[in-house]
């Protein structure tokens, strides 16, 4: 799911990529509710969403938040 500037997905409008790894893609956006600038990680479209990738993911989300 690449994403390009200026695409909204809800609140969130998407700046720029940060980076890609080998499950997912980091884009910087701005929370547009909260006027703060966030990251968005998403999965690309290729990637299969099995379980396993789905907890990983997840898991991966929590890790970013809890460790701040």
Do not use: W
Request: proline fraction near 9%.
């Amino acid at each position: 799911m690449a994403l390009t500037p200026d695409k909204k997905l809800g609140p969130y409008e998407i700046q720029y990529p940060l980076g890609t790894g080998g499950m997912d893609e980091v884009y910087r956006a701005s929370d547009l509710r909260l006027e703060r600038s966030v990251a968005i990680k998403v999965l690309p479209a290729h990637h299969p969403v099995t379980p396993s990738v789905l907890a990983r993911f997840e898991y991966e989300a929590t890790i970013a938040i809890t460790s701040r």
